[in-house]
């Protein structure tokens, strides 16, 4: 198949876009599933800032992600692809419920209709049904203030579920003759605490096996309304009355009046504990008790408003509950939480961090709103407050005072915030309190903003009122216009796609608008010098003390399927926004969705989509395999549909070239609207391929579809691999076994000039591995420091790996300096604790690169050394997997010139309890501290040679067991049993 793609190139300052130069060259590559770059192109940019083009697979490529490269100045830009066997599907299944909002006690009713991509029912498909649910918090509220509408004590704690949640019930059963299938379900959720979002997925088999998923989902509310909670003041004073407004809502957001409410008052006490943690340290751990100090009863009045108050006794947190039952007698209930400040002392529950919670007043805003947010001050009095509008960098700042601990700030929203921004803001308290002690707290919330100013409406409509038939010409019209409704001159890509493929794989492109103006994360580090009080410490511690078989008119045989109909990457539309393409539909009865990306100068970008159905009165409907193998007898199928409405009278004739089928001819009765399927015994003979042509005729309607089927033959690649030296010439005898057949297999012999020379293309797997943990980091330059050092000694050239060796080892080299941690281990990735395993490869990679001529930081291979002693001297657990590791760290101390000859000697009295890869690591390790004692290595050589496994093929090694922690396979235990033969052993008979 043919892979077309377009980029759209801009400038970006932190969501503020610009265009490139228009000329200016960009390089593409594509590479494979194993990272080798197969192709390869240089293009320009356009005044568009965009770039095109398409590259062609080799029938031949293997199955995977496949990735696409742009190159632009020091740049990289990439995305996916997969390359697939796939079968389109040929029907869609939706799935819709009677209603998007249920309360508990209702019923559920469920439709699901399947209909072919080329219209039609399916009909008495077989169906499976589940229902799945997970907690929903009510989020509908679109008025004024900051009410809370859960229960956080009971609704936070969410079990772990799949990503629809955890299991409900499921079923069976069957579509009728509409391709329809029904049920009711009840909205039961007596079981659990909060409301339900449930989803309803069905899954539909037709006549040839092939299923399909829809699912549709809904709200099932604990009760008729929501009970929402705001304090009027969240901080108060004890013995001063402390006032609560309270409002019901239905489940849609909308006034829900005159409710009977009752209002709990409880004062929580914290018992707080500070506890040792696994690292050492301590950490406060909090626990909740809560008291009944007051009860209300209120009813809301005909705003669905009402007011309660109490009195709290004493200062401390204060947890107000709202409960109320709606006409089905359902439970609705709410709760805030309030501080009251008194004479005495107060636990507020001890934090292990400076946060503080910001809460603003709407989930999304539009530019031209009014930001409300509510600062949640833990201080008392004024305090100065540092506040910050940020996302790649910062946007606006002030210095404010704050007066009160509840303080809503105010912020209008402008469009170049779209499609978010960060909102910090930092408190700074003086030395303040008993004992005195300097202090800061930092809050962060995000906004999100609409992209409507950045959204182009575009319309794609196509000409007459369908359904088409295969080769019609369809002529769409397009027209594109910014946010206030003007024409636009933009730069659309227009494609052509079959939905079924698409309702398999889903589209193959991003979004547009959601690639420019995706949501944007953070990039500002907002730090104090106070982060680690020391006052603060030394106080604290010493309190501790798709669609189907083809499509053709006018009796034209069907033959052309492709999935992609139509590509155009740069429709540009005039100065009024109208741009018109013309299409010839392929040969796919099927239904197909043209999709417009457009971008203007401005970065104003959208998308738009138009379906159009391609199909006939009576079809054919293939039903053969993928594939087929020499001496299979497969059933070869068809189906035949009747889109009129009269029964009809059918002949219906498979023939076929390179495959045996008999009585070709069929005639059979089609009843109006319905299917019959038809089969035909076959026989496989030696061939290729094998060409089938599928007809049918009823009267004045005809059809005709041809297609290729591959044929395979039915043996096994065996792959061996032998070495030697070549002087003048030689002769390699292949025995043939006797009774071979010559026509279902073939010999493929691949000479390389050595061993060495040909791992070439594996070095080049590893320099563009996608990849950066440390592992990875010291794995990209170390095979290849190796490599090149073997090249130099065999005499053989490698001109480009020895012009980029450099440049790799000294980046790897600059990455393992920056991930070292403090206590000189390396862990897998940025910020992991040391691990032996990774230090004690690291090291090795050091050393290798040193002995190769390249400036190690000696610093750095100093305390990775003291790392590794410091686990060893800590390291007693009596496991095989510990004795590996020590061995693989003595081994990797020794080759740095730092072993120890004490902790490796001692390690031997273990070497019958340890993997083959770590005896050879010891053997090597004693070789190394100790070369003139020979009696341990010799052993060891002496124990590993006897486990070495013997065949046509040569030697290897197996582990009974493979540890994948320590990165170990039986291709890597005789790779370091062969390094151990070639040092300790170099004329041993396995090397031959």
């Not at 609704?155 to 019930?169: E, F, I, R």
């Not at 946060?355 to 004024?382: F, N």
């Not at 004490?902 to 501290?929: F, N, Q």
Request: with cysteine; proline share 5%; charged share 25%.
């Amino acid at each position: 198949q043919t892979v077309y793609f377009k980029a759209t190139l801009r400038a970006d300052r932190d969501g503020r876009y610009a265009l490139p130069p228009a000329g200016d060259r960009v390089r593409v590559s594509a590479h494979d599933m194993e990272g080798r770059e197969f192709w390869s192109d240089t293009l320009q940019i356009s005044d568009m800032g965009s770039f095109d083009g398409s590259l062609a697979l080799s029938k031949d490529a293997s199955l995977g992600h496949y990735q696409l490269r742009a190159e632009y100045g020091e740049q990289i830009f990439s995305t996916e692809w997969q390359v697939a066997e796939y079968r389109r599907p040929e029907f869609q299944v939706q799935v819709a419920l009677d209603d998007t909002d249920y309360i508990h006690g209702d019923d559920i009713e469920v439709s699901a209709e399947a209909s072919y991509f080329f219209g039609g029912p399916v009909a008495d498909g077989e169906v499976r049904w589940r229902v799945l649910r997970q907690p929903y918090v009510f989020d509908r509220w679109q008025g004024e203030g900051f009410y809370s509408f859960v229960d956080d004590d009971v609704d936070g704690d969410y079990p772990h579920t799949s990503p629809l949640g955890g299991m409900v019930a499921e079923g069976t059963g069957k579509t009728d003759a509409r391709g329809e299938f029904t049920l009711s379900l009840p909205a039961d959720i007596a079981d659990q605490t909060q409301s339900q979002h449930y989803t309803v997925e069905i899954s539909i088999t037709d006549v040839n096996n092939q299923e399909v998923t829809a699912r549709a989902a809904a709200i099932v509310h604990k009760g008729a309304f929501y009970t929402g909670l705001m304090a009027t003041r969240y901080v108060g004073v004890a013995g001063q009355e402390q006032e609560v407004q309270i409002l019901t809502v239905d489940t849609r957001g909308e006034i829900h009046p005159r409710q009977r409410l009752q209002v709990t008052f409880y004062r929580r006490e914290w018992l707080s504990v500070r506890e040792q943690a696994d690292d050492g340290n301590y950490y406060w751990s909090n626990t909740a008790r809560d008291t009944a100090v007051a009860t209300r009863t209120v009813t809301t009045d005909a705003a669905g408003m009402a007011t309660t108050s109490f009195v709290p006794p004493e200062g401390g947190t204060y947890r107000v509950v709202a409960t109320g039952l709606d006409e089905g007698e359902n439970e609705v209930r709410s709760a805030l939480y309030l501080w009251v400040s008194g004479d005495e002392f107060i636990n507020w529950g001890q934090r292990n961090t400076d946060r503080i919670e910001l809460v603003t007043d709407k989930k999304e805003y539009r530019p031209g709103d009014i930001a409300e947010i509510l600062v949640a001050s833990p201080y008392e009095g004024p305090v100065r407050a540092l506040l910050t509008i940020e996302r790649g960098g910062i946007i606006e700042y002030r210095v404010l005072t704050l007066q009160g601990n509840s303080e809503r700030l105010h912020l209008p929203i402008r469009s170049e915030y779209a499609p978010n921004v960060y909102i910090s803001v930092t408190l700074v308290q003086g030395m303040e309190g008993d004992p005195p002690l300097a202090g800061f707290k930092v809050g962060y919330v995000e906004l999100f903003i609409s992209t409507e100013q950045q959204e182009l409406d575009i319309t794609l409509t196509p000409r007459g009122d369908g359904p088409y038939r295969p080769r019609d010409r369809v002529t769409y019209d397009l027209l594109v216009r910014d946010h206030s409704g003007q024409g636009v001159e933009a730069e659309v890509a227009l494609q052509l796609v079959d939905l079924a493929l698409e309702s398999m794989v889903g589209s193959p492109a991003a979004e547009i608008l959601e690639a420019f103006y995706r949501r944007r994360g953070v990039g500002i580090s907002t730090a104090a010098t106070l982060a680690l009080s020391v006052d603060r410490l030394n106080l604290e511690y010493a309190r501790e003390g798709k669609g189907g078989g083809g499509g053709a008119a006018d009796g034209a045989v069907r033959s052309e399927f492709p999935e992609t109909a139509f590509w155009s990457p740069t429709v540009r539309t005039d100065a009024e926004g109208k741009a018109q393409v013309v299409v010839e539909l392929p040969d796919n009865l099927t239904t197909w969705r043209m999709t417009a990306q457009a971008a203007t100068a401005r970065t104003e970008v959208g998308h738009a989509r138009a379906d159009v159905v391609s199909t006939l009165d009576v079809l054919v409907r293939p039903m053969v395999p993928r594939f087929a193998v020499i001496g299979d007898r497969p059933e070869l199928g068809a189906v035949v549909h009747n889109n009129t409405d009269d029964e009809l009278s059918a002949t219906v004739s498979l023939t076929a070239r390179g495959i045996s089928i008999d009585q070709s001819h069929q005639t059979v009765t089609v009843p109006a609207h319905g299917r019959v399927t038809l089969s035909w015994p076959a026989v496989v003979p030696a061939t290729d391929h094998a060409i089938l042509n599928y007809t049918v005729s009823a009267g004045r309607y005809t059809d005709a579809v041809s297609l290729q089927l591959p044929v395979y033959h039915p043996s096994t690649p065996e792959i061996v691999g032998t070495s030697g030296i070549v002087e003048n010439r030689v002769i390699e005898r292949v025995l043939l076994p006797r009774n071979v057949d010559p026509s279902l297999g073939e010999l493929t012999v691949q000479i390389e000039p050595s061993l060495a020379a040909g791992m070439r293309e594996g070095l080049e797997y590893l320099r563009t591995y996608p990849y950066d943990c440390v592992e990875q980091t010291v794995s990209r330059f170390l095979p290849n420091v190796l490599t090149s050092r073997a090249l130099r000694e065999l005499g053989i050239s490698d001109p480009e790996l020895e012009t980029e060796l450099p440049h790799q080892v000294g980046m790897g080299l600059q990455r393992l300096y920056a991930l070292q941690n403090l206590d000189g281990g390396w862990g897998w990735w940025s910020q992991d604790a040391g691990d032996p395993i990774i230090t004690g490869y690291v090291l090795l990679g050091l050393v290798e690169a040193e002995r190769a001529g390249f400036h190690v930081d000696e610093m750095v291979t100093e305390r990775a050394v003291e790392y590794l002693y410091r686990w060893l001297s800590i390291s007693t657990q009596d496991t095989r997997e510990n004795r590996d590791l020590r061995a693989m760290v003595l081994y990797s101390l020794a080759e740095a010139r730092h072993g120890d000859a004490g902790r490796t000697a001692a390690l031997y009295d273990d070497v019958g309890e340890m993997s083959l890869y770590a005896r050879a690591l010891l053997a090597m390790a004693l070789h190394i501290l100790r070369p003139d004692e020979t009696t341990r290595t010799d052993a060891i050589v002496s124990d590993l040679t006897s486990r070495a496994i013997l065949s046509a093929a040569g030697a290897h090694w197996e582990e009974d067991t493979n540890d994948g922690w320590s990165m170990n396979t039986d291709t890597r235990t005789t790779a370091i049993i062969i390094r151990t033969l070639v040092r300790l052993r170099p004329d041993s008979p396995l090397l031959a």
